[in-house]
Every structure is written in structure tokens, then in C-alpha cells.
């Protein structure tokens, strides 16, 4: 079993910056990669950011690439997610979540992640 536990959520001006973190604890020691996920009100929950247990591999959503940015610190077992350039549409709900490092085609698909975390909200206002 794997906990997660986002924190770094809160209230920002379009156009400013957040970073989300994600701690996990329990079996941290097997080799988990780690995604963002968020959904906005009324709308279903949609893949953000994604990085593999070697930081060598990172995927993106379409809508934040160059904005946002996915980095993890093993030994922290930690996840960021810097956010910059903050849009009212990042508005969500803002899921850390985990899947097995090898599993790579399941990337940005919900079903492929084991372990989410209770999510933390971010508003952007405009």
C-alpha cells in the first residue's frame, strides 16, 4: 500500500505561480511513478503532468505544457508540481496519484494508476 498526501493548493491571481507536493509513504520503495491529475467543477477529472522513478521520462497535458512543470525527490519521496502562468481554467481539484514504473502505455489514463491521493484545490481567480 501506498499513501499520498498532496499539500500547496490555495487562492492565486491569474497569471501567478503555485507548486503542489505529494508525499507518499507505506511501500515507497517500490519503483512508482507518479502523476497529476485535476477536475474542475462539473467536468470529469483529466490527466496534467506525469514522471517516471528516473525523472528521465515526463509527459504533459496539451493545456500546460510550458507552464507547468513535474519534478520528484526520491529521497523525500515526494512529487512536485510548479505551476506558473496561472489560468481561471487550472481551477480544479488537483489529485497526486501513482502507477508501477514499467507500466509506461498507461500513462494519463486513470485506470492505470493504483494509489491516489485526497486531492488539494487550487483557484485561480481572474
Known amino acids: 500500500q501506498v499513501q499520498l498526501v498532496e499539500s500547496g493548493g490555495g487562492l492565486v491571481q491569474a497569471g501567478g505561480s503555485l507548486r503542489l507536493s505529494c508525499a507518499a509513504s507505506g511501500r515507497t520503495k517500490s519503483s512508482y511513478a507518479m502523476g497529476w491529475f485535476r477536475q474542475a467543477p462539473g467536468k470529469e477529472r483529466e490527466f496534467v503532468a506525469d514522471?517516471?522513478?528516473?525523472?528521465?521520462?515526463?509527459y504533459y497535458a496539451d493545456s500546460v505544457k510550458g507552464r507547468f512543470t513535474i519534478s520528484r525527490d526520491n529521497a523525500k519521496n515526494t512529487v512536485y508540481l510548479q505551476m506558473n502562468s496561472l489560468k481561471s481554467e487550472d481551477t480544479a481539484v488537483y489529485y497526486c496519484?501513482?502507477?508501477?514504473?514499467?507500466?509506461?502505455?498507461?500513462?494519463?489514463?486513470?485506470?492505470?494508476?493504483?494509489?491516489w491521493g485526497q486531492g488539494t484545490q487550487v483557484t485561480v481567480s481572474s
Open positions: 514522471i517516471s522513478v528516473s525523472s528521465l521520462g515526463t
Open positions: 496519484a501513482a502507477r508501477f514504473d514499467y507500466r509506461t502505455a498507461v500513462v494519463g489514463r486513470e485506470t492505470g494508476y493504483d494509489y
